[in-house]
């Protein structure tokens, strides 16, 4: 059975950040998960999830200022590295506080000044130090691919180059997320790239293109993809990483009507 949670950023947005844990336990989600949560003390978070009782399960590492094109996040920018770690403890501060064993490390564009090379070289040896803060607490470090049409100069824009990463870093809690909406912009082919990768994968999320709303508005077929979910033994959480094209409630039918919301 598919273990939905709501991603908090994305939707529920007409609505106060910290009333947003309650609206998605509401509509039957079973889980949270966040962008960037770090306007608010982790307590206040933590309380704002605990009365409606929705577990956070995935959220990402500070990243600085989001630029796209420009920056997105630091993970692969070299002479930034002392501040990358010290992103990476924020966030394992505010995993603690939620109790959230999924931490997602953006890994930041390839700067104009910068080559690829140098970039990568960087990204493995911050990942290689950034997993071995986080195994201690029992936190798995997530990375994943960025389509190049919102993110260009994205560092890490295939699975073939995830798969590389996480062979070069070797440290057993460095995964993948595999996000629908990004891998159908780069790579195509959905269904195989799911398949081929499912062994690196511990977190989904899905959107549709190419507006990035829910399941039934753009290109992907969601009934295949939901029961490819399913049928692949995947047992971990599906994220819904979505604009609503319309009201939240209202984009929510899709997942309602076939029974993936309780």
Known sequence: MIRLCAN???????????????????????GVEMTFPYDYAATEIRAAADRPGVPIVEFNAPAGRIEPGVRRGLAAVPGHEREYLDQIHEGLAYARAFDCKQ??????????????????????????????????????????????????NYLLRTLAEAREVIDRVERPNLRVIFDFYHVQINEGDVTRRFLEYLDLIDHI?????????????????????FHLIESSGYEAWVGAEYFPSRDTQESLRWLRDRGYLR
């Open 103 to 152: 931490l997602l490390s953006l890994a930041g564009v390839v700067l104009p000044d910068a080559s690829r090379a140098a970039a990568m070289q960087t990204f493995i040896m911050n990942l290689r130090k950034a997993a071995d803060l986080c195994a201690p607490i029992g936190v798995t470090l997530l990375i994943e691919t960025n389509n190049l049409h919102d993110n260009p």
């Open 8 to 30: 908090l950023h994305f939707m529920y947005r007409d609505a106060p950040f910290l009333e947003r844990f309650a609206a998605a336990a509401k509509d039957g989600f079973a």
């Open 205 to 225: 999320q899905f959107a549709n293109p190419p507006g990035r709303n829910e399941p039934g508005v753009g290109e992907l077929d969601f009934d295949h993809i």
